[in-house]
Structure formats: C-alpha cells, structure tokens
C-alpha cells in the first residue's frame, strides 16, 4: 500500500517468551472468544428464529450481535495463533486488513449504539409514535447508515495511515495493529495528518456520545415519572447496561489513541485495547439478554433445544422445535416494545 516504506511484515507484541505463559494466554483467550461466538450466535439465532422479536430493538441487537462477532474475529485467532506457534509475524498486507476491518467494524458498532439510544429514547418517551418513526425502512436505513459510516472512516484512516514513510523498525507494542503503535514507526511529521484525523474522529464519537448521555437523561426523567417501581426497574436495566458499555468503549478508546508518547506502558497499551477491543463482544449475552426476560427465556430454550438435538437423531425435527420456541403472532412485536415505557 506505501511506496514509502519497504517493511514487508510487522512484529506483534509477545506476551511473554515463556512457554508456560504463552500456552496459558492462548487458552484465555480461546475461552473468550469460544464465549464470545457462543454468546453472539445465540442471539442471533434466537432473534432470527423467534417472530417475537422481530421488532426494532432486537433488529439493532441482532445487528450488533454480527458486528461484534466479525470485531473479535478480527483480532484475537491472529493473537491466539501467535501465542500457540510462538511468532509475531504479521504480514504487511495482513496488517492493513486488520486495521481496516477493526476501524470498519468498532466504528460502525459505535454509530449503531448511538442509534439504539434513540430507538429507546423514542421507545419510552414517545410510544404511541414509535411505530410511525421507527419503521422496518427506518431501522434498515439506520443501520445502513452505521455500516456506511464505518467503511468510509475505515478507508481514510487506513489509506492515510499506512501512506505514512516507515523507518522505525517494525515492531508493534500491541498484540494486534493498532494505529496508534504504526505511527510510531513514523520517520516523518507525515504521521501528524493522521494524528489530526484521530482527533476529529474521537471528537466525532464524543459529539454521540453527550447525544446518548442527553437520550437516557430524557428516559431516565420519562421513568421517574412512571408509577409502577417494577416499571422503572426493567426501564434502567435495559438503559443502564447499554450506557456503561457505550463509556466504557470511549473512554478506553481515547486513552488508547490519545494517550502522550510519554506515557509508555506495554501493560497499559495491552489492558486498555482488551477493554476496548475484547471484553465488550464477550459480555454481549450477559449484557442484553440477561437484562431481557424474554430474550433470557428464548436463549435457555434455544440451549435446551440444541442439547437435545445432540441427543437426537431426528435432526428434522429439532430444527423444528428451535424455530418454533416462543414464536408469537405476527403483529405482536411493535406492540410488546411500545409498552415498555408504559410499563
């Protein structure tokens, strides 16, 4: 991609040179992300084969759902492989792909939970207009437009960023490329065009977050007023978890990408890109499921099923039972989520 630099592969960052440890890092990271393939898959495929919950807010999940399978897919089997075959080879190419397709997909999952405030926002505080604003076209032009956004970001920081001459080596300070960690191989003040777009860019994210923050300021004031307490408690459960990942993906997020050059620390580089880049898809089933009765009871019958189908030999029949748990008329849907607020 740079005609400027002639590194042909990058050096990921070692946890460690023992092999004890190394093996002892693949198997954690392993049980993460087999958690996080089992968690995602299994509301993917609750909310694909329940017609429960075919409506907006499980349409935005199960689309976050995706984007944090593809996220941790992204970075964690190359770091597993690593730790497992005791190298740090990166090809050059392989590097750019990684950054392009984890910018792509941790923007475009950022955008999404900006819109998933306001689906909640318009949810509670503005039921009886909720199925007129958020319509199926609606929730499919939103999304789109999260997946929109995350490729054109991807794309310019990408471009720009492995423009950049290289003559500082090539070994990263972190267990996958991270901008931050190319740029400092920069041999030029090319790299500061890129540190600019940084900044923009979190800014950017910081302007959607304050819009978050002020749509759960306008739910949080919709839920006092509720009378029923049982009312209030589902409406902070499914507001409070939502808003604690959104900081936590952000606030980590700048730390990692605008923390001063002399602030170096391998352990802190390495803590704040897992907050921000693994934990976030491995909690993903504790964080909307187990807050969602409904979708709780789905997921556990959807667990109960696929333990009988490995019991079973009627394969046929198993699918069956799966598609049919908790399925519900048609039409059911918009109604059941209007009346969270109202709850």
Known sequence: MSSASSITEFLLLAFTDKRELQLL????????????????????????????????????????????LASISTTVPKAMANSLWDTRAISYSACAAQVYL?????????????????????????????GTLVGSRACVHMAAAAWGSGFLYALLHTANTFFIPLCQGNALEQFFCEIPQIL??????????????IVVSLLVALGCF??????????????????????????????????A?????????MVAYLKPPFISSLSLNV???VLYSVVPPAVNLL????????LKDAV?????????????????????????????????HLKTYGREGGD
Request: aromatic share 12%.
């Open 102 to 130: 984890f910018l792509f997909l941790m923007s475009a999952e950022f955008s999404l939970l900006t819109i998933m405030s306001n689906d909640r926002y318009v949810a509670i505080c503005k039921p009886l207009h909720y």
């Open 287 to 294: 964080i909307y499921s187990f807050r969602d009765k409904e």
């Open 300 to 332: 556990w019958k959807l667990m109960m099923g696929l333990q009988h189908c490995m019991t079973s030999s009627e394969v046929h029949v198993c699918v069956v039972q799966i598609e049919d748990h908790g399925a519900d008329p048609p039409g059911r």
């Open 245 to 253: 990942m959104v900081s936590l993906i952000l606030s980590t997020a």
């Open 271 to 273: 803590v704040v890109a």
């Open 25 to 68: 890092h693949f198997w954690l990271f392993l049980g993460i992300y087999v958690a996080a393939l089992l968690g995602n898959g299994l509301i993917i495929t609750a909310v694909v084969c329940n017609h429960h919950f075919h409506s907006p807010m499980y349409f935005f999940l199960l689309t976050l759902s995706l984007l944090d």
């Open 210 to 243: 304050v819009f978050i923050v002020l749509s759960y300021v306008q739910i949080f004031r919709a839920v006092l007023r509720i009378p029923s307490e049982q009312g209030q408690h589902k409406a902070f459960t499914m507001s409070l978890p939502h808003l």
């Open 184 to 197: 400092k191989l920069s041999c030029s003040d090319a790299y500061l065009r890129e540190v600019g777009l």
